[in-house]
DNA sequence: TGAATAGTGTCTGTGAGACAATATTAT
DNA sequence: ATAATATTGTCTCACAGACACTATTCA
């Protein structure tokens, strides 16, 4: 068949003649929990947190999963991203990045489906209504060495752990290939969707500002430095860690007391759109 | 209807039931091509080089775009990616990285398409077979400001240019919207595809070692810094490169001789496994 | 000999890691 | 007073940017 114009062409084009398969979106919404305080000295814990949705049907019925669904034909994923990040925690405008393309041939016993991964940083207390019934929190405590990471899962009634082994590729110091070692209660790849996530998010932590989409309008530098240090799994000293985020926050005349100690003073975040580059 | 096992729920289930899309993959094969050299004296230019292939029927008859195409159901968007690659340019076994998952409603005009992109770096003189005959290779001058890049690309026989709005996304540091501002031989979104695979390209280039994919055996550090410079679109300065790189490179007993000045000793990659992180 | 690249030495400033010292509060 | 965190000072070391200097070749 010949055609004159591109107009023509589209008039008469056949969607069928290419087989097509099914996209989902899954959303990684990722926090930090406050924990118990030990004495009225001390600040709260923190806990790194991650939103999980168990599922009440097949495939993989009652084991948990990160929120996600299929997209629609008149939508991107990042519009369902941000959907399904609507209907969990009723957050809006909350910044959403991809984060990958899972599309192993099986990784979906039902058919051929693949994924493209979504990651959000929110702040627990920002969320005004009730999780969905099926929804809820689980604080993560993540192991990682040089050859696997191994993550706790804990929501308060149920507690598991999933390990995922990491291979380094050829010519990369960042990127991992990941395998599932132990997995018992995770749908479908998704610990390998968490891992990797986590592994984004640390380094997103460095050298973006991503980390104010989950504190509040106000701070002190310790909390601030508690959610790094939560995330990034290892302790910092506080002079480095003042020296690198000074520049994107603001002193108030506002402070903080209460605690047994030394009032602090509230910060706020100070976006940094000049001096790109 | 009810299932009593994951078993029977598969056997029953109608995979129908949700809007099926086409999926396509993309691949930005990148290489840095020899050109002229002025006098015996001085090294060959140099030219960062993309290989696009012209589009012989519709939709965007006569235009430039990347290799790729559907991916099948059995098959993985990186195994598409290396279909292609192979297809086109008979290179193997070269580390492919996923770019991005691009998926705008309209990106395609026949119908919605997703497609998720790739990137390589090869060696042009490693091709062994000629290029397809609707392939070929493109020069680009990409000149960055900060809030556009401008591509000029040139194969010899045809030169165009397209220019790339840049945003910067609120908490980021690296990320960036793109907009085609300017776009009249490139197909689909594709001007979008490679302004994000450059910028992704000169970052994996400081902190990981694809350069080597597309370095021979042997090479002197002078050439490889051409390659850097290339690619980042600015000079280094010698005694910094050296540092640099100095840890990725191991002396071998060679030298090159022949450029009328003091003959340069050759190296070879030297992979790091070891003591990572 | 001179043009051109190869390769090294070194000064300086910046910035991270480490540790110490001081400040301030509620009980 | 004490335990706890807040905040700052400073020393050292590593390293990048900058520039200068030496080495070596071949038409």
Redesign the pocket.
């Known amino acids: 068949m010949e055609y004159n114009s591109e107009e023509e062409f589209l008039r008469n084009y056949d969607s069928s003649c290419f087989e097509k398969l099914s996209v989902t979106s899954d959303v990684l919404i990722f926090s930090v929990a406050d924990g118990v305080q030990e004495?009225?000295?001390?600040?709260n814990e923190k806990h790194f947190a991650i939103l999980l949705v168990k599922r009440y049907d097949y495939p993989f019925k009652d084991k948990w999963c990160l929120p996600g669904g299929f997209i629609r034909i008149d939508e991107t994923t990042s519009s369902a991203a941000k959907r399904v990040l609507k209907d969990e925690t009723n957050l809006e405008d909350i910044y959403l990045e991809q984060l990958y393309t899972f599309d192993e041939v099986n990784r979906d016993p039902r058919m051929r489906i693949i994924s493209t991964s979504y990651m959000a940083l929110v702040d627990k207390n920002k969320l005004h209504n009730k999780l969905s019934d099926n929804a809820s929190w689980f604080n993560m405590n993540v192991i990682e060495s040089d050859e696997s990471i191994n993550i706790v899962f804990d929501n308060g009634n149920e507690s598991f752990s999933v390990v995922v082994g990491k291979t380094l590729r050829e010519f990369t110091t960042d990127r991992y290939e990941y395998s599932v070692i132990k997995n018992d209660s995770l749908a479908f790849d998704h610990p390998i969707v968490i891992a990797s996530g986590i592994s984004r998010l640390k380094n997103k932590l460095e050298y973006t500002d991503i980390v104010f989409n989950m504190m509040p309008e106000y701070f002190?530098?310790?909390e601030l430095q508690q959610v790094y240090e939560v995330i990034l799994g290892k302790e910092l000293?506080?002079?480095?860690f003042?020296?690198?985020i000074a520049s994107k926050v603001e002193k108030t005349n506002k402070v903080k007391?209460?605690?047994?100690?030394?009032?602090?003073?509230l910060f706020k975040y100070k976006s940094n759109n000049k001096k790109k580059l």
Chains 1, 2 share one sequence.
């Open positions: 004495n009225y000295r001390k600040l002190t530098l310790g000293l506080d002079p480095a003042r020296r690198i007391t209460g605690g047994g100690h030394r009032p602090s003073v």
